[in-house]
Structure formats: C-alpha cells, structure tokens
C-alpha cells in the first residue's frame, strides 16, 4: 500500500539520522520521529492513506512549539488537537534545551507558522476530509535545531557544515522522492523558498509542478501583512488552485 510505503521509508530515515552527530551551533537536536512516532505514524495512517495526494506542501523542519511538540508538520497544538483530531502521547527528547522543553500537547505556546498554515487549510476547505482529498502536508528535514544560547535560537539546516549537511540531505532527499512517487504527488509545494530549492533537486527527473507560498512565519515580513491572502494570490498565479 502506499502509505505504508511512507512509512516504512520514513522508519528507515529515522534510523538513518540516528547515528549523525552536528556540529555547532546545532547544539540541541530534537528528533521527533523518535520520541513523537505515534503521533507522526497516526497523521500519515490517517490522511496520506486517503487517496492519490495532488499536491505537496513541503516545509523546512520542525518548529519547537510546532512538530517538536506534536510530531506533525508545522503542527501548532490546538490545530493538531482541535481540527486534525490528532492527539497520542508525546515522550522528550533525551537532551533539551531549557528554554525549549517538549511538553507535547501540553505545551501552552502556539506555533504560529502552524496556526497561520493550518487555518489557512481550514478557512477555505472546512473539514479535515476535503482537504486532505488531494493534498498533504509534510516536511522536508525532520530534525530541529537548537543553538546554546538563553533563548535556544532556531538554526536552520543551511547553517550547517557542508560535510554534515550533504548526507543528511541524501537521507531526507530519498523518503521525499519515495512519499511523491508512493502518493502520485504532481505539484510540490514549498512553504519557502529553502523547501521549494531542496524538493526540485530531490526529485530531478520527475514529471513534477513546483510552486513556492511566502514563509508563514512571523520572521517574514510578507507574513505579516495579510499571509493568507498571499498564499492565496501566489497559488491561483503559479496554478495550483483556481481562483
């Protein structure tokens, strides 16, 4: 089945991130595929296996109240919780950060990305269902990253050394061809620019659309000032969705 080919591509990504050690500053490395399995498992069990998928939204990694909490991409708790119906338990990581704890769906702050994103879906297909009929969401690097610093500042993974960052990217590069090829995805999405780049050299050769949205995180300035709207404008122009 295809979804369980995911899976199973998945469990081998996970284990091979396992053995790869980060330099600074990716001083804390969150891997939710471990301690949040059953919840990331639940998500792909429950809507990858609803049909063929279009379309691809493909984000970055996980954001510390967000899939590091839950274990779905770009997975803001009450979204999660609330509209997705999703809710297993969550474990912690064995090394955190102090200002950056997994409390899972405990966890009272809000991933805005997540709230932005998910709402956005939510605001114009209403259901779970409809939205999930062609579409999912997923992220291209399972791995969060935490600088040593008070506040644990994010690190993205194009900060990394190139002699860590090109086999990670080899591993995340297989399970995307594996989940576009399993799903029949025709037109990937990326949530940013970073996504978008990493999709097309993953998929090289493959008969794929690529489209790109702004960032809905409130770093990007475009985010701020009416993000749905441009996601919008930026979907119906590149012909993802009618207008």
């Known amino acids: 089945m295809p979804t369980e080919r ?6 081998r990504l996970r284990q091979a991130l396992a053995p790869l050690k980060f ?37 970055m990694n996980p954001g510390p ?29 064995p090394r955190e950060h102090p200002g950056k704890p997994v409390r899972g769906f405990a966890c009272h702050r809000s991933e805005v990305s997540g709230r932005r994103l998910w709402g956005f879906f939510q ?3 209403q259901t779970p269902e409809k939205f999930f009929a062609e579409h999912l ?12 610093t008070k506040l644990g500042r994010n690190v993205v993974p194009e900060e990394l050394p190139a002699e860590t960052l090109q086999p990670l990217q080899q591993h995340c590069d297989q399970l995307l061809r594996t989940m576009v ?8 999405v990326g949530v940013g620019g970073y996504a978008e780049e990493r999709s097309r050299l ?18 990007n300035p475009v985010a701020n000032r009416g993000w749905s709207a441009a996601a919008t404008q930026a979907l119906v122009a590149q012909g993802v969705w009618p207008a």
């Open 123 to 125: 605001e114009r297909f």
């Open 6 to 11: 995911v899976i199973q591509a998945t469990i």
């Open 137 to 148: 969401v997923h992220n291209y690097c399972p791995l969060l990253f935490l600088e040593n």
């Open 181 to 188: 090829e399993a799903l029949g995805v025709t037109t990937v």
């Open 65 to 93: 109240f967000g899939m590091a909490q839950t274990g779905v991409p770009f997975g803001e708790v009450a979204a999660v919780r609330d509209w997705l119906q999703l809710a297993q338990p969550i474990g912690q990581p």
């Open 202 to 219: 993953a998929l090289e050769g493959l008969l794929i659309h690529y489209a790109k949205i702004p960032h809905p995180s409130p770093a």
């Open 23 to 59: 330099p600074s500053p990716a001083d804390y490395v969150y891997q939710p595929l471990d301690y949040a399995w059953s919840a990331h498992e639940a998500y792909l069990r429950r809507y990858a296996a609803s049909g063929p998928k279009r379309v691809l939204f493909l984000g």
